[in-house]
């Protein structure tokens, strides 16, 4: 899988909105960008995930540059829940099987004051 | 949503002993599960991969007679540290995916297991 890369802390305001950047430049075209991230001392969660397209759900936004050399998860209005560590993870099409699992990187771990 | 549960959360064993960890799929069949393992401030790492019905496949670097891995249905596996020691002493978490009703694109992770080995 190719690589990502994300600064290793921010910070935000509650209520305000965050952006988190991911840069992988070596992305292939068949890679999907996951967003997934863990709250203290639970496992991982998923958040949102695309390929070329923006994407919208009900907890973020992902916002993909059009050369698909980056892209940033956007929280619209940060929580004192959304303190977490964000991980940007690309994954082939191909998911199944023992191809299945994630590799994960350091992360971008997020501070949200009151 | 799916949920994969993990059980026990936090586990506190006496070095020498086995510990057993269960991660269960409850509203999906999953051949496969993946174990991970994260130490403090770090990222979550690898160990091996849970295969229904036959052997799992360990990471580089993972002792597979140390942690044994049963995976005898399709939405059980677990996980055994055997003769545990305080360098075992971790956060271990379970994932799967739903590959049966087309919702293979996202995984689901379990709560995670915090084993102390005093």
């Known amino acids: 899988d190719a690589k990502t890369t994300q600064p290793n802390s921010m910070e935000s305001n509650e209520e305000e909105p965050v952006h988190l950047p991911c840069n992988h430049s070596?992305?292939?075209?068949?890679?999907?960008i996951h967003w997934y991230r863990q709250l203290p001392s639970q496992g991982p969660e998923y958040v949102i995930h695309g390929l070329t397209s923006n994407v919208n759900n009900r907890m973020a936004s992902l916002a993909i540059a059009e050369d698909r050399k980056s892209s940033t998860l956007i929280l619209h209005r940060a929580t004192l829940r959304d303190a977490a560590v964000y991980y940007c993870i690309l994954r082939d099409v191909w998911y199944g099987g023992s191809q299945g699992n994630l590799i994960f990187g350091k992360g971008t771990k997020l501070s949200v004051k009151p | 949503g799916a949920v994969v549960s993990q059980h026990p959360s936090r586990v506190i064993c006496k070095s020498g002993t086995s510990v057993k960890i269960e991660c269960r799929s409850l509203?999906?069949?999953?051949?496969?599960m993946f174990w991970y393992r994260q130490f403090p401030k770090q990222s979550l790492m690898l160990m091996a991969t849970s295969n229904e019905g036959s052997k799992a496949t360990y990471e580089q670097g993972v002792e597979k007679d140390k942690f044994l891995i049963n995976h005898a249905s399709l939405t059980l596996s677990t996980l055994t540290v055997t003769s545990a020691h305080p360098e075992d002493s971790s956060f271990y978490i379970c994932?799967?995916?739903?590959?049966?009703?087309?919702?293979?694109?996202?995984?689901?992770f379990g709560q995670g297991t915090r084993l102390t080995v005093v």
């Open positions: 994932s799967a995916r739903d590959e049966y009703t087309g919702k293979g694109t996202e995984a689901f």
């Open positions: 070596t992305i292939s075209g068949t890679d999907y």
């Open positions: 509203d999906f069949q999953a051949t496969t």
